[in-house]
Each structure stands twice: as structure tokens, then as C-alpha cells.
């Protein structure tokens, strides 16, 4: 158990839906980093949060969006699914730069 | 913003042989260079990571070099193991709450 938490581990869901995937970061941790991982590709970074902020925002779409709560924990709102958005959506949690991962959750759009 | 290029993309070695994965970094404020082993289907999890102030890190069969004039850092697995197989991503970051930036990644394969 690394200490970064994600639901639901699995989600199948249908084009023009919308999901909701969550992410609690380790105990003590401020910031944290969501990536997208489709088949054979390598960690697109999404955005990121530090303390409730958004701190950065990579390559991620307009049908998507994020936020992180006075808890900590963080929600990744992908709407208007489509097919190529079937990929691990990881998040990660950071204290002195070296990043966990949590175990990603798996989305399928069918 | 932090460019970090990875090479090679895929690298095939006999078991018990050596493997590097080279990575160069366009930041010259970077300061934080971090490798993550990914399984398939699994998590990216760190296995060494070094910081600017060292030239190079050893644990056990894994080590890493840092030439910061060049602007470049390197993995080496020696003796090398089935159980190394796997997806190796190389990072880099300016520290406190700035993030990673990857490389695209490295598919290790031992070969029997």
C-alpha cells in the first residue's frame, strides 16, 4: 500500500458520460498530480493541485476538470466520454518532490 | 518549461547482462532526477532517485549517474534479472511543490 488512494479501481461506462474518480494523497502531503495512461503511452500529466490550488495544467481537456478539497483529497471529472478516453488514470501525491503513485483507476468507454 | 527526453524506447538484454537507459533534461535549475519501475497494469514506483549536489547513487544492482553540465543522468542495472522486466520511466524537477516531468519511457525486456 503506497498510501495514495484511488476509487473506484475499475469503471465502465458508456460515450457522453461523466465519471467522477477520486484521490486521497498520503497523510501530510499538499500537492497532488493526475496522469492519464493510455495503451503503451507514457504518463500524460493532467493538472496539479497544492493545497486546494491549481498549481499546473498540462495536456489536459476541456471536458475534463479537477479539484481538490479542504480535506486533501482530490476528484477528476471526465465528461462527454468518448471512446479514446479508455486509459489508467493515475494520481500521485508529493512531499519533497520524489512522487507516490496511487494504483490508478482503469476507465473503459464502450 | 522542463523538457526530458528518455532513450532508448525499448531495450532488449540477456539475462545477467548489464542495461542503461540514458535521459537528458533542458532545465538547468532542475535539481531532482527521480526513475520510476512500472509492471504492467501496475503503478509506477520509484526505485532510485538522486539529487544535483551528487554525481552518482548505488543501491544494490541499481545505480545512477548525473552529469549536470550535460544536462544528462543514466540508469544502470547490472546482473541483470526476469524480474527486471518492465516499463522504466526517468523524471526530472526543480524541487518543493513543482512537479515531475517524464520521459516517455523505457519497455526493459530480459531476455532468457
Known amino acids: 500500500d503506497s498510501g495514495v488512494t484511488q476509487t473506484p479501481k475499475h469503471l465502465i461506462t458508456a460515450t457522453g458520460q461523466r465519471v467522477t474518480l477520486r484521490c486521497s494523497p498520503r497523510?501530510?502531503?499538499?500537492?497532488v498530480y493526475w496522469y492519464q495512461q493510455s495503451l503503451d503511452q507514457g504518463l500524460q500529466f493532467l493538472i496539479q493541485y497544492y493545497n486546494g490550488e491549481e498549481r499546473a495544467k498540462g495536456n489536459i481537456l476541456e471536458r475534463f476538470s479537477a479539484q481538490q478539497f479542504p480535506d486533501l483529497h482530490s476528484e477528476l471529472n471526465l465528461s462527454s466520454l468518448e471512446l479514446g478516453d479508455s486509459a489508467l488514470y493515475f494520481c500521485?501525491?508529493?512531499?519533497?518532490?520524489?512522487?507516490?503513485f496511487g494504483s490508478g483507476t482503469r476507465l473503459t468507454v464502450v | 518549461g522542463e523538457n526530458v527526453e528518455q532513450h532508448p524506447s525499448t531495450l532488449s538484454v540477456q539475462e545477467g547482462d548489464s542495461a542503461v537507459i540514458k535521459c537528458t533534461y533542458s532545465d538547468s535549475a532542475s535539481n531532482y532526477f527521480p526513475w520510476y519501475k512500472q509492471e504492467l497494469g501496475k503503478r509506477p514506483q520509484l526505485i532510485i532517485d538522486i539529487r544535483s549536489n551528487v554525481g552518482e547513487k548505488k543501491d544494490q544492482r541499481i545505480a545512477v549517474t548525473l552529469n549536470k553540465t550535460a544536462k544528462h543522468f543514466s540508469l544502470h542495472i547490472t546482473e541483470t534479472q526476469p524480474e527486471d522486466s518492465a516499463v522504466y520511466f526517468c523524471a526530472a524537477s526543480k524541487g518543493g511543490a513543482d512537479g515531475l516531468t517524464f520521459g516517455k519511457g523505457t519497455h526493459l525486456i530480459i531476455q532468457p
Open positions: 500521485a501525491s508529493s512531499a519533497r518532490g520524489g512522487y507516490t
Open positions: 497523510s501530510g502531503d499538499l500537492s
